[in-house]
């Protein structure tokens, strides 16, 4: 398979590929602002992710307050809460989660553990993260434009998305949103260009594919995802703003508003939902994919084990991105589209949850006799495997057309989604900050600190997240203001609300916690060394801690083994590194 | 520029093994997976993968729309006739203009092969060429926009039909449109540096300092003939249908 060949006497495969020509700063603008560094943007993605992610989550807040404590809270009227609704789901799945993935985790590890000295084209790399902010920027700024933000749903389902009943809907709001999701989109095209390039052509000597740790699997693939899946949003935003703005009527049937008739006719908004979910499931997988590569890598340095089935781990991540984009009309079985879509994409949904269920026994199985250190990292990666499998489990409920039309837009729904790509993704960010940490900054960060924000975070969102499945069965629906007096809902229903929201105010306080965390350890946390987690991949190896410009020093490494050679029988240590040449031919690499 | 795969002679890489499994192990080999193709080259593949995808979606945007509407659909061969010496000629304007572009095409591919040669006026000449056929085209495209304008066609409304019709004409046409006018800046910006011999100098790019290559000449007839192609696309869906 390898194309080493390890008969011959030179086992050091030719250089195919030219040094990166890097750009070399001369100021303090050019290193630290405006820099072509893949770590600094990376670092500049992720604190800008973090940065509105913590918006969503305040967001998340007065939703929580308003839902529990109904009527107590004046400033939240009806209005208020959709916009709050919105943005909390929009800025938590594109503006934290892809972009913390791919722009940050995928800057900093991609060129470091192929072996590269920086992306492939570093300038494109540097306008990506400030299209990035402006996109950023102009969502904030709907926050302070007449009307407010949009509040028509993450989803922003024409016709009522670009109607004035809808906040922001005939104001700025919905403008600067689809505005603010092209500049996203435009951006993210040209860091999704160069991570996928620099994986596919800019690897170091002796690492093929089939020796990339499975965090790079995840990524790359996700990227190629997003390449595949943001035009579509991309043209949906696009012909929204158009009927927004030029009064088109793509998506827009005859309408009276008001006793009104519209200017609109003949526009289908069922277009909009192929559209848009054509990119919305591709997404859920976008963020997670990236988290399994992860996860993979955490469990099994930390077990201190080789990855079960790498093989089979590999081929699961592709497949799953591939299948991924034509199981979109699951999230449509109600909106009316001809039933026989509806038995086929229920089952291609059900037919995905093969290959992620192998991805779960493979991890299981990795961790089977493994040395497991509970650390603070493993410590998530466990709690990612039984978050996502619980989330996957309803989500089988949910492929199936019968269960889901009554389930559909019911608690129920949050809570899934919540499990299996909010929870889950998010336990991944954190261990992985927790891991490569050490790495970014050449410190630990703290041990109690980190348990603490482990355990509230976990338990915390269990809490959080279980009741609400009860309550989607009671029948409680998804996105209301305040239920009123309804006789289907019993009262102690309505403290499992109050509860879930004192819940969700504790586990908000505990992330505070991990940003004290973040920004203390940077001066004060322990010295970590180059390698604290004595792990085999190459970001592990450079010569200085955090890496130099350039990464690597003078030469790049050269790679003998595949990424995965812990507690290998007869080493010397338990982990051999993977530019440790393989004289004794005591790999595990699959052959 | 071809480049030369750099490896070591003497050193022969071990025979791939026959059938889906050289092929598999073929991509996944060391370094690279599209030996002897440069990274440039990748990037603007995969961006043109990606471009598709919004094309695609547009066109297919376009047909629901064309198929869902409550009015008749206009028919494009009256629509876009014009009036010659008194006679309705349908679609000669799109023919001319299709025809523009398809000729741009063959003049890029000369350029190329003149770049690989290193004949820097040739090739400056050739891009200029291009360049002035693309605006041509969007010169048609400017004078065909004006004509519907006139007739009453808006994004919103025209008076022969459905109103997705001009809706749905003036974004593709004006997405593809744009497509071809950064193709044009780029051309002329990339004829210029040939001229003047930043390729064989090898100078360095004012914004990234990496060496210029001839190469891109060949990156910038990719994505030209990527919009040349999708043309033919919009040319067969919306023209003809
Ligand atoms: C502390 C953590 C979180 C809490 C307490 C929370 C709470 C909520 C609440 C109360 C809703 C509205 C439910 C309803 O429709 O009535 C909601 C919606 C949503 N949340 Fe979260 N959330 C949290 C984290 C996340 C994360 C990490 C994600 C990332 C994927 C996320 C994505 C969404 C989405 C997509 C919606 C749907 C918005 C819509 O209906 O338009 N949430 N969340
Ligand atoms: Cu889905």
């Not at chain 1, 403008?175 to 390039?197: A, C, D, H, K």
């Not at chain 1, 409920?397 to 889950?424: C, E, I, K, R, Y």
Request: aromatic fraction near 16%; charge should be neutral.
């Amino acid at each position: 398979m390898v194309n080493i060949p390890s008969s011959m006497d030179d086992p050091i495969p030719p250089a195919e590929v030219e040094d990166v020509e890097l750009y070399h700063s001369h100021s303090w603008w050019t290193t630290y602002v405006f820099s072509q560094d893949a770590k600094v943007i990376a670092i500049q993605y992720s604190m800008t992710a973090m940065a509105i992610g913590l918006v969503a989550l305040v967001l998340s807040w007065l939703m929580r307050l308003q839902l529990g404590f109904p009527g107590v809270f004046t400033f939240i009227d009806a209005e208020r809460y959709y916009q709050f609704i919105t943005m909390h789901g929009m800025i938590m799945v594109i503006y934290l989660l892809t972009a913390l993935f791919l722009g940050g985790f995928g800057n900093y590890l991609i060129p470091l553990m192929v072996g590269a000295r920086d992306m492939v084209f570093p300038y494109a790399n540097m306008l990506s993260y400030w299209l990035y902010l402006l996109a950023v920027l102009i969502l904030v700024a709907s926050f302070f434009a007449p009307g407010g933000p949009t509040g028509a749903g993450w989803t922003l389902y024409p016709p009522q998305a670009v109607l004035s009943g809808t906040p922001g809907g005939a104001d700025w709001g919905i403008v600067l949103m689809l505005l603010s999701l092209i500049f996203f989109i435009i951006g993210f095209t040209m860091g999704g260009l160069n991570y996928v390039v620099t994986v596919l052509q800019g690897r170091t000597r002796g690492m093929t594919l089939m020796r990339l740790p499975l965090t790079i699997w995840g990524i790359f693939t996700a990227t190629v995802m997003a390449l595949l899946a943001f035009p579509a949003l991309f043209v949906a935003s696009v012909m929204m703003l158009f009927d927004r703005l030029l009064g088109t009527s793509f998506f827009m049937p005859a309408i009276v508003e008001m006793g009104e008739q519209l200017q609109h006719a003949g526009g289908t908004p069922i277009l909009f939902q192929h559209l848009f979910w054509f990119f919305g499931h591709p997404e859920v997988y976008i963020v997670a994919l990236p988290a399994f590569g992860i996860v993979s890598d955490l469990i099994s340095t930390h077990a201190r084990k080789n990855i079960f089935g790498y093989r089979m781990m590999v081929w699961a991540i592709v497949i799953i991105g591939a299948l991924s984009f034509v199981v979109w009309a699951h999230h449509m079985y109600v909106s009316g589209m001809n039933p026989n879509f509806g038995f086929f994409f229920a089952t291609t949904t059900l037919i995905i949850a093969v290959p992620t269920a192998l991805k779960v026994y493979n991890w299981v199985l990795t961790l089977w006799r493994g040395d497991i250190h509970l650390t603070l990292p493993m410590l998530f990666a466990l709690a990612f495997i039984v978050t996502f499998l619980n989330g996957g489990l309803t989500g089988l409920f949910l492929g199936n057309v019968v269960v889901d039309v009554p389930l559909s837009d019911t608690l129920f729904v949050v809570a899934h989604f919540h499990m299996v790509m909010g929870v889950a993704p998010i336990l991944v960010v954190f261990g992985a900050i927790y891991h490569w940490y050490p790495k970014i900054t050449g410190r630990m960060m703290d041990e109690t600190l980190g348990r603490i924000h482990f355990w509230v975070t976990f338990l915390g969102a269990y809490l959080i997240f279980f009741p609400m499945h009860y309550l989607g069965l009671l029948g409680m629906p998804r996105r209301y203001y305040e239920m009123g007096e309804t006789a289907f809902v019993p009262p102690s229903a309505h403290s499992l609300n109050e509860f879930i929201t004192i819940v969700a105010l504790i586990v908000g306080a505990g992330q505070m916690v991990f940003l004290f965390n973040l920004f203390w350890s940077v001066r004060h946390g322990k010295d970590a060394g180059g390698n604290p987690w004595r792990a085999t991949t190459l970001e592990w190896q450079t010569p200085t801690t955090p890496p130099p410009h350039g990464n690597f020093g003078k030469d790049l490494p050269i790679v003998y083994r595949w990424a995965y050679d812990y507690s290998v029988p007869g080493a010397a240590e338990d982990f051999i590194p993977q530019n440790q040449p393989n004289d004794d031919r005591i790999s595990r690499e699959p052959s | 520029m071809h480049e030369t795969t750099k490896t070591k002679p003497g050193i022969a890489l071990p025979p791939l093994a026959p059938g889906m499994q050289g092929f598999a192990s073929d991509w996944a080999s060391d370094q690279r997976a599209f030996k002897n193709v440069s990274w440039g080259k990748a990037m603007m593949w995969i961006f043109l993968l990606s471009d598709t995808f919004v094309f695609g979606c547009f066109l297919l945007a376009y047909m629901t729309a064309r198929m869902s509407t409550t009015v008749p659909w206009p028919n494009p061969s009256e629509v876009f006739a014009l009036n010659i010496g008194g006679q309705d000629i349908p679609l000669i304007l799109i023919a001319i203009m299709t025809f523009v572009l398809i000729s741009s095409s063959g003049t890029m591919a000369m350029a190329v092969m003149y770049g690989y040669r290193r004949d820097r006026r040739k090739t400056a000449a050739l891009m200029l060429l291009t360049a002035l056929f693309g605006a041509t085209f969007v010169g048609m495209q400017a004078f065909e926009w004006t004509k519907l304008i006139h007739e009453g066609v808006r994004p919103w409304e025209n008076p022969f039909g459905a109103a997705q019709f001009g809706s749905s004409f003036f974004m593709i046409t004006g997405f593809h449109g744009t497509h071809v006018t950064i193709g044009v800046i780029f051309l002329i910006i990339i004829a210029r540096k040939v001229w003047r011999g930043d390729f064989d100098q090898e100078k360095r790019g004012f914004f990234t300092s990496r060496k210029g290559r001839y190469e891109i000449v060949e990156i910038t007839g990719l994505y030209w003939h990527f919009v040349d192609l999708v043309w033919v696309f919009i040319f067969a869906f919306f023209y003809l249908w």
